[in-house]
Structure formats: C-alpha cells, structure tokens
C-alpha cells in the first residue's frame, strides 16, 4: 500500500489497484486527453528500485490529477478520497456528536455521520447556530491545535477530500481541535455578514479573541475605545473601528525560520490583505517588518520530506520529522525575481492562505461574489 500524506500527516493508505480503479473512472468521466498518464502495469514482481520509481510515479501523478482544477475538484476524486481515509483508519458510518469551536471558546456540538464530508459538517453547525444558508460560504471549518497559553495554531483548513470527525479523531490527541472562522480576506465583505445577527456575532467574537490573542495590534487609545464600546455592546461599530487597526483579519503563524533577508532567520509571518506581512528578527536582534504581495508571485510550491518510516497510523504529528517548505518567487523590482523560503509545519496552511487570496481576487475581477460561491 501506499501513503498518501495531508500536511506531513497520513491521510489514507490506497494499493495500486485502488489507484488504477481512479484513474479509469476519472478517464471514462473526463476523457483520455484530460487524464494524465498513470504508471502502467507489470507482468512479473518489482525490485525494489522498481516499486520505489513507481512509487515517485504514482506522487506525479496525484499531484497532477489534485492541481488540475476539473479533475482536482471533481466528486470522483474527492469521494475517493475520502472513503479510503475512512477504510484507512478503520472508522464505521455511524451517528457521533463532533464538537465545533467558536472563536470565544463556545463549543457547537452537531450531531453528523463518521462518513459527512466537510461541506455536510460546516452546514451541520450553521443550521445549529441558525446562519442563514447564503452566508455559509463566508465561513470555513480549520483544524488547530490548542496552545498552553488558551490560543490555538492552524494546521489547516479542512478541505472537501476530507472527513473531519476522521480527520480529528485519528490523530488521538485532544489538543487538535474544529474550529469555525471567517475565510475571507477582504474587511468589505464583513458588511454582508453583519446583516445578519449570527453573522454580527460570530465576527464580533472572532474579533474580540484577535484582540485578546495580539492578533490585531491596539493601542492604549484604542483599547479604551474598543472597551467602552464592548460595555455598550456596540458589536457593529466594535468591528467598525477594528477594521481600521493593523493586522484586522490577518491569520497569524506560529514562529518560523525564513532565508529573508539572509538565512537563519527568525520569523513571525501573517496572511492577510492580499499579502504574506513578515516580522523577521535580524542577527542582531533588530525587528525588521516587510510585507510581500500576492499580486507579485510569480509562482509558489511547497516541499515536503517525509521520513521514509512513518512510524504508527496514530502517532501524533506534533513528534513527526516532517520538513515543510513553503517557497515563492517574488518580483522585488522591475526585472529581479527571487525566491524567498519560509521553513514551517505550517507551510500547507500558508500555501492556502495563498490560493485563497488568489481566487478571491479573481471572483471578485470577474464580478461574482462569496454568497455563489
């Protein structure tokens, strides 16, 4: 069988039968010409140089089939997908109650099946907190992971490949928890939620806890400002005058090395108005700020390497050895590119952070909005 990895996590395991079975459904659904080519059969048993080159085959050819925005998006692949994570870690179909976090620390518990996919979970929990259906899509469900000072660090956003009451449970550790939280960038978008008082008051909560986490950075002014206006219970100018501080609707990452400007370096990054912010702490101990735009990546990957023992189904991830890079080329001035690297577990969750801006900025080009999406 083979490892498929999540974020340097075991996913699911498939055989290369199961994988063959994919490709000739994605073939007969999307045409010969649409599929990429799939490492083909072998009449007698392979070495083991063999199974290690069909192995690097079968990564190709994943990667390819999950960037191709049709083939990636399709329900074959994702529903394959998930029933081998659920084959995988041995879980039933059966009812269970999966308890979902709110910004403020309140727990949702909804009542779903071990087989709902993450679109069925989020639904679960907006008919529970009564969000009306056409602001769901401003609201994503993230895994985190529960830190010793009461915040919480984001592993990632649960994607539609996945089951979460699996994709939580598996991983045998109460600090990793379901989190629900805004996923948009844009700050005018919040106008659309607070037409709703669910939606007012899951933004309100998310941004008092941005506050109380340094998320957002306030002044002494400010502070008394956004105080007295929590005692009045002015959620809507609360949020109003949030908007105009640094770092509203950012996501903040957990400290990590980059090679910018010079390799070695410390760093506090942050994903937000359409841009990766840096907080880099010199040799020298000096704070240096930089912000790199998305509009100005040319391209970005993420590397992984995953030791080749991969030790117990439930081991945790916190112990893995998993090395995650998250790089990206960037147009410093006319004519000079360069590639900046930032070394983190979290370098997935970036990558996304990445993506979602991108199609953002693309839905709103083209004049679409959140509510179809």
Known sequence: AYNIHVNGVLHCRVRYSQLLGLHEQLRKEYGANVVPAFPPKKIFTLTPAEVEQRREQLEKYMQAVWQDPTL??????????????????????????????????????VTILTSDQTEDVLEAVASKLDLPDDLVGYFSLFLVRETTDGGFSFVRKLQEFELPYVSVTSLHNPE?????????????????????????????????????????????????????????????????????????????????????????????????????????????????????KVTRMRCWRVTSSVPMNNGPAGSSPGKSEVKLELAFEYLMSKDRLQWVTITSPQAIMLSICLQSMVDELMVKKSGGSIRKV
């Open 72 to 109: 990636g998006g399709s329900e074959t692949f994702n529903s394959f997908l998930r029933k081998a994570q659920q084959e995988t870690q041995q879980i039933p179909t059966e009812e269970v109650m999966l308890e979902v976090l709110l910004s403020n620390g309140q727990k949702v518990k």
């Open 176 to 292: 990793f928890r379901i989190i629900l939280r805004k996923s948009y960038w844009d700050s005018s978008y919040d106008d659309d939620v607070m037409e709703h008082r669910v939606g007012l008051n899951l933004l309100y909560a998310q941004t008092v806890s941005d506050i109380e986490h340094g998320w957002i950075l306030v002044n002494k002014e400010q502070h008394r400002q956004l105080k007295s206006l929590q005692e009045k219970v002015s959620k809507k100018e609360f949020i109003r005058l949030a908007q105009t501080l640094k770092y509203y609707g950012y996501l903040k990452f957990d400290p990590c090395i980059t090679d910018f400007p010079e390799k070695g370096c410390h760093v506090v990054v942050s994903a937000g108005n359409n841009e990766l912010n840096f907080q880099v702490r010199l040799p020298n101990e000096q704070i240096k700020e930089g912000s790199f």
